[in-house]
């Protein structure tokens, strides 16, 4: 992401344990192991953006990453609705840095980015109406409006992210992949073995690489200016 202290080095090596620790629980069908790992995995990404003096709104969206990850261990509707209330919050922040932070992290001929864009949209608005359209049938009546009014903050996030550069951009499309997994699954679709293993794999690369995709965006003057306090840092 980008130069760190020995204090950012462990939180980033504690967030991968963290994350391989609760996938590998996931595999072995334990409810305990994954319900001691989740918590911890935002938090400590958190932590790493604190550090590195990343932008607060950045801490903000994966703290809000990480209400939705607890409320999402308590299998109650109430509970889902309030998890996909917290990440709903964490894409706001998200596409506030998108705006504030994308002029700096892509540069590309004009016309070749109105043409990417143009085809982005029409692929976004093709996976989100395509997806919403499919699932409606089969989604609870009480949760069709939110899962649709979700589903459209979701696909904004996944789009704007691209306008950092494919880091972030590959991060937004794996948030939208790993979230219609979950829609998947309250739809009572077929799943895959596992199905919540490639949940939070998809889930925890995706935070991954939005936050690095933020990191790498930010002025020149904001990143030099972490670098010089990582390398002061003992």
Same mark, same amino acid.
């Not at 989740?38 to 990404?45: A, D, E, G, I």
């Not at 998947?184 to 794999?201: H, K, N, S, V």
């Given at each position: 992401? %980008?130069?760190?202290?020995?204090?950012?080095?462990?939180?980033?090596?504690? +967030?991968?344990?963290?994350? %391989?620790?609760?996938?590998?629980?996931?595999?072995?069908?334990?409810?305990?192991?994954?319900?001691?790992?989740?918590?911890?995995?935002?938090? =400590?990404? @958190?932590?790493?953006?604190?550090?590195?003096?990343?932008?607060?709104?950045?801490?903000?969206?994966?703290?809000?990453?990480?209400?939705?990850?607890?409320?999402?261990?308590?299998?109650?509707?109430?509970?889902?609705?309030?998890?996909?209330?917290?990440?709903?919050?964490?894409?706001?922040?998200? =596409?506030?840095?998108?705006?504030?932070?994308?002029?700096?992290?892509?540069?590309?001929?004009?016309?070749?980015?109105? #043409?990417?864009?143009?085809?982005?949209?029409?692929?976004?608005?093709?996976?989100? !109406?395509? %997806?919403?359209?499919?699932?409606?049938?089969?989604?609870?009546?009480?949760?069709?409006?939110?899962?649709?009014?979700?589903?459209?903050?979701?696909?904004?996030?996944? +789009?704007?992210?691209?306008? =950092?550069?494919?880091? @972030?951009?590959?991060?937004?499309?794996?948030?939208?992949?790993?979230? !219609?997994? /979950?829609?998947?699954? $309250?739809?009572?679709?077929?799943?895959?073995?596992?199905?919540? +293993?490639? /949940?939070?794999?998809?889930? $925890?690369?995706?935070? +991954?690489?939005?936050?690095?995709?933020?990191?790498? #965006?930010?002025?020149?003057?904001?990143?030099?200016?972490?670098?010089?306090? @990582?390398?002061? %840092?003992?």
């Amino acid at each position: 992401m %980008t130069e760190t202290s020995a204090g950012a080095k462990l939180l980033l090596a504690a +967030f991968a344990l963290a994350a %391989t620790g609760d996938l590998a629980a996931l595999l072995a069908g334990s409810d305990t192991a994954h319900a001691v790992f989740k918590p911890l995995l935002m938090p =400590l990404l @958190a932590g790493y953006v604190v550090v590195v003096k990343g932008p607060r709104l950045l801490t903000a969206a994966l703290l809000f990453g990480w209400g939705g990850d607890v409320l999402l261990l308590a299998d109650a509707d109430p509970a889902f609705l309030a998890g996909m209330g917290s990440f709903a919050a964490g894409h706001v922040c998200y =596409l506030v840095l998108f705006k504030r932070h994308g002029r700096h992290g892509h540069h590309v001929h004009q016309e070749t980015a109105r #043409a990417r864009e143009g085809w982005l949209v029409a692929a976004y608005a093709a996976a989100l !109406t395509g %997806t919403v359209v499919l699932l409606w049938p089969d989604l609870p009546a009480d949760m069709r409006g939110p899962v649709a009014g979700y589903s459209l903050l979701l696909t904004a996030m996944a +789009f704007a992210a691209t306008r =950092l550069g494919p880091v @972030a951009g590959a991060g937004g499309a794996l948030f939208l992949l790993s979230d !219609t997994l /979950i829609a998947t699954g $309250i739809a009572e679709w077929p799943q895959a073995p596992r199905p919540d +293993f490639w /949940i939070m794999l998809t889930y $925890i690369a995706a935070q +991954f690489l939005l936050a690095a995709g933020v990191l790498a #965006a930010r002025p020149p003057q904001a990143a030099r200016l972490t670098s010089e306090s @990582a390398a002061a %840092t003992p």
